[in-house]
């Protein structure tokens, strides 16, 4: 048992090791990513500031709270893009994916470890975006431990939630070959109702309603209101109760999902 | 010029029958970016329901810059986007040596050659935006201001066509053009709002150096009859010089390309 989990476990750290070298090759794409968010932070201070012009609080938040939301929400929104839908498609198209089912490990866990370290990695990356956003925007980050508590465990498990249901999405690039508009059509809607652009909470009831019932903002907006502060660190446990919920429905779902879709590929000669 | 008018006509329906192979990929391609649109649109929405004014521009005012912004852009992006691939598809796999032994313009060819359908669906959100901004503004159409609308986006596209054309030029040298052409093409972000929000220095560079201004804020201001003196006839010459200076640098370029060797 034991020789067992140590096996995997170093097979699993070894993919989750890979992708900061993938990434490390192309480190031009780096700076101009770099570059390209300082200016659209840029607009969004400046943006929210002409909102703030005239009314000290919207929606119960003042200026510096807003600001430090999108900030961070800014700095973190990497947890809403994923590449499932990709690797699937990549796999079909290259007559790949009977190879990938037939390795002696969980195709599914496999990918999560992956993603989950690709999310660890663009957080590390954006330690230099973190600087610029409290040096020259005036983030502010709270200081109780608890909050950073709060925040790490439901933005683990909002990355997991987010990693589940993009594995039911990706089964459509087994039926589709349209991989490219799918995932333009999810990116929107995560953008929106993930609460990158705009807190959640400013929206009117039916939009909120509509946040609640898709996973996105279990992934954003829960963790990074722990850390600007509008909600607060003793609504956790109810936060990570709603959490766990997803979590498991979705892991069986998904489950479900794949093994009935995965019957319909047809390799495309490869 | 007729001759290339002509040519134009034979790649464009080449394009179409490739693209007809593929029905489904067309409408959805087409569609797609109208999704990432919403996303942006509905935010500024919520947003503007919260407050009477963004510092004096209401929802349909902002509407309209927005709108003239995302015409411009769908210029650019229908009719001028294999400049954003040059680097890696045509000069690393030597392809663009293809175009050098033919009997037209390289630059012309490239255009040319890929009429890219993503840019349909922002230019119909830009089309509805501006129409029905206009229409809630009480703007009269009148034919003055359909051709002032219809100069102020040729004009928007020419500099969108522009910038990236000399941020393209750079792939002559350094092959990977894409960071510095995506750098310089997204500070159109902040042309999306009236350039009133921003301080003066970044006013002055999105008029002056990077003028994607010209593209939404001083012609929308003109049609609001909001007093921006001559700038709002200035459009289209900013346009011209700048196309003048991208195709000079282009040419710069073009006589440095000396292959990949692939």
């Known amino acids: 048992m034991m020789q067992a989990l140590r096996r995997s476990s170093k097979m699993y750290g070894a993919i989750a090791a890979m992708v900061p070298k993938l990434y490390l090759a192309y480190s031009i794409w780096f700076w101009m990513e770099f570059v390209v968010q300082i200016l659209s932070m840029t607009i969004f201070v400046y943006f929210w500031k002409a909102v703030y012009a005239n009314s000290a609080t919207i929606a119960g938040l003042d200026l510096r709270q807003t600001l430090n939301y999108i900030l961070l929400a800014q700095i973190l929104v990497p947890v809403v893009q994923n590449r499932t839908i990709f690797n699937f498609g990549f796999l079909v198209r290259e007559g790949m994916v009977g190879i990938e089912l037939l390795r002696p490990m969980d195709f599914q866990t496999r990918y999560y470890v992956e993603s989950l370290a690709g999310l660890a990695l663009s957080l590390v990356l954006k330690l230099p975006l973190l600087l610029i956003a409290w040096l020259v925007f005036g983030l502010t980050l709270p200081s109780a431990p608890a909050a950073w508590g709060a925040f790490a465990l439901s933005l683990l498990l909002g990355q997991a939630i987010l990693f589940y249901f993009d594995w039911i999405f990706a089964c459509l690039a087994f039926y589709s070959t349209e991989t490219w508009g799918l995932s333009v059509v999810r990116e929107g809607m995560a953008l929106f109702f993930s609460g990158a652009i705009l807190p959640l909470n400013m929206m009117p009831a039916w939009l909120q309603g509509v946040a609640n019932l898709l996973p996105f903002a279990q992934s954003l907006y829960v963790p990074v209101s722990f850390l600007s502060g509008i909600t607060p660190v003793s609504d956790a446990p109810r936060a990570w109760l709603v959490q766990l919920v997803w979590l498991v429905g979705l892991v069986i779902a998904s489950r479900v999902v794949f093994s009935v879709s995965v019957r319909k590929v047809t390799v495309q000669g490869g | 010029m007729l001759r290339y008018l002509n040519l134009y006509g034979w790649f464009l ?48 005012e902002i509407l309209l810059v927005y709108g003239l912004l995302t015409l411009a852009k769908s210029i650019n992006h229908m009719f001028a986007d294999n400049l954003w691939t040059i680097g890696w598809s045509y000069i690393r796999s030597g392809g663009f040596d293809r175009f050098l032994v033919r009997p037209i313009d390289p630059l012309f060819h490239l255009l040319a050659e890929r009429f890219c359908h993503d840019g349909i669906g922002n230019f119909l959100v830009g089309a509805v935006l501006v129409a029905r901004s206009s229409t809630a503004l009480g703007i009269p ?47 159109n972000d902040f042309a999306r709002f009236p350039l009133t929000i921003y301080n003066r220095g970044i006013q002055v560079v999105l008029t002056w150096l990077i003028p994607y201004g010209f593209a939404s804020f001083y012609p929308a201001s003109f049609l609001l009859g909001r007093d921006i003196g001559w700038l709002a006839w200035a459009s289209p010459l900013v346009a011209a010089i700048l196309l003048l200076i991208s195709f000079r640098v282009w040419l710069f370029g073009l006589r440095h390309y000396s292959g990949t060797g692939s």
Not at chain 2, 32 to 60: E, Y
Not at chain 2, 159 to 182: E, G, K, V
Request: no cysteine; charged share 5%; proline share 3%.
């Open chain 2, 141 to 187: 159409w009148t034919p003055l201001n359909l051709f002032y609308v219809v100069v102020a986006v040729l004009s928007g596209g020419g500099i969108f066509i522009a910038l990236n054309l000399i941020t393209a030029t750079s792939a002559f040298w350094i092959m990977d053009s894409i960071p510095l052409t995506q750098i310089i093409f997204n500070t």
């Open chain 2, 13 to 60: 329906m080449q394009r179409f029958k490739i693209l007809m192979e593929y029905r489904m990929n067309f409408l959805i391609g087409a569609s797609s970016t109208v999704f990432i649109q919403a996303a942006g649109l509905l935010a500024i929405w919520v947003v503007m329901g919260q407050i009477p004014t963004l510092q004096g521009w209401s929802f349909d």
